[in-house]
């Protein structure tokens, strides 16, 4: 038994330690993006993850960042302005902190309603079995939002998720986090009542479309919608170089800020 036991906690370490490198394909799409503004907008991300290092970098760009979970800090690097600024990686509040904070500011709750339900149809991705999931969310009208409804139609397999946040456990299994939405706006919170399965795992094929209903006015409903396809995945051990800070650049504190840099 207790031979068993090392086996099965050796096989562990092997496989949770595995070094990992994903590549992904996103296409996004707003029918109420501006016309001066790239509609749809494709996006290429290679994510890696070696223990507790992370890199993401999008494809055709020279910008990319390094994540270190264990000292929960990091590097954004523009290799074209040969510079880069440290961060801090965000942290994440566990719910038990939000119901305090939504207790003493109810009037930025928001009631969700999301439901997953498991089709039962499988395929294989990469070699693994993949569960397809569909969940809808929804938020009603009222006096102050039009409201809207989001759907996630995904195919799930059982391997390291995209991470470049340093994410804690609890953030895989709360609807909060793993569902989040795009109808709720800050400082508004969504609380979500959650029917169905959690979707979990690596999304290798998934489409994400938000609907916002137009205002009481009679303007057109606006729809965002995000298909993301995982294109190669490696578990081959991957250089710890490439996790090192690039030399020959120099810090700018204000590097990127006030942009957006995801791909996920």
Same mark, same amino acid.
């Given at each position: 038994?207790?031979?068993?036991?090392?086996?099965?906690?050796?096989?562990?370490?092997?496989?949770?330690?595995?070094?990992?490198?994903?590549?992904?394909?996103?296409?996004?799409?707003?029918?109420?993006?501006?016309?001066?503004?790239?509609?749809?907008?494709?996006?290429?991300?290679?994510?890696? =993850?070696?223990?507790?290092?992370?890199? #993401?970098? !999008?494809?055709?760009?020279?910008? !990319?960042?390094?994540?270190?979970?264990?000292?929960?800090?990091?590097?954004?690097? @523009?290799?074209?302005?040969?510079?880069?600024?440290?961060?801090?990686?965000?942290?994440?509040?566990?719910?038990? *902190?939000?119901?305090?904070?939504?207790?003493?500011? &109810?009037?930025?709750?928001? #009631?969700?309603?999301?439901?997953?339900?498991?089709?039962? %149809?499988? #395929?294989?991705?990469?070699?693994? &079995?993949?569960?397809?999931?569909?969940?809808?969310?929804? =938020?009603?009208?009222?006096?102050?939002?039009?409201?809207?409804?989001?759907?996630?139609?995904?195919?799930?397999?059982?391997? %390291?998720?995209?991470?470049? @946040?340093?994410?804690?456990?609890?953030?895989?299994? %709360?609807?909060?986090?793993?569902?989040?939405?795009?109808?709720?706006?800050?400082? %508004?919170?969504?609380?979500?009542?959650?029917?169905? &399965?959690?979707?979990?795992?690596?999304?290798?094929?998934?489409?994400? =479309?938000?609907?916002?209903?137009?205002?009481?006015?009679?303007?057109?409903?606006?729809?965002?919608?995000?298909?993301?396809?995982?294109?190669?995945?490696?578990? !081959?051990?991957?250089? /710890? /170089?490439?996790?090192?800070?690039?030399?020959?650049?120099?810090?700018?504190? *204000?590097?990127?800020?006030?942009?957006?840099?995801?791909?996920?």
């Amino acid at each position: 038994m207790r031979l068993l036991l090392s086996s099965l906690l050796l096989g562990c370490s092997i496989v949770c330690q595995a070094d990992t490198t994903v590549k992904t394909r996103s296409v996004i799409t707003d029918t109420g993006a501006a016309p001066n503004v790239q509609n749809p907008v494709e996006i290429s991300t290679v994510y890696y =993850r070696r223990g507790a290092m992370r890199r #993401k970098g !999008s494809v055709g760009t020279s910008v !990319s960042s390094i994540a270190n979970c264990d000292t929960k800090t990091g590097f954004l690097i @523009d290799l074209d302005a040969h510079e880069y600024r440290t961060y801090k990686v965000v942290k994440f509040a566990p719910m038990s *902190q939000l119901q305090e904070y939504l207790e003493k500011n &109810p009037q930025n709750r928001v #009631k969700v309603e999301s439901q997953t339900v498991d089709t039962g %149809e499988r #395929k294989k991705f990469f070699g693994y &079995p993949a569960r397809h999931l569909i969940t809808t969310t929804t =938020r009603p009208r009222d006096e102050k939002n039009s409201g809207g409804e989001e759907t996630i139609d995904g195919w799930y397999i059982d391997h %390291e998720g995209l991470d470049n @946040d340093c994410a804690p456990d609890y953030v895989h299994i %709360e609807p909060f986090y793993v569902l989040g939405t795009g109808l709720v706006m800050y400082p %508004e919170i969504p609380q979500f009542h959650h029917t169905g &399965p959690i979707p979990g795992g690596l999304a290798v094929k998934l489409t994400h =479309r938000t609907k916002s209903a137009g205002a009481k006015n009679g303007t057109s409903d606006r729809v965002v919608t995000l298909e993301r396809t995982v294109e190669e995945i490696s578990d !081959s051990p991957i250089n /710890s /170089s490439i996790f090192d800070l690039p030399s020959g650049l120099h810090e700018n504190p *204000q590097l990127l800020r006030g942009n957006s840099f995801s791909g996920k």
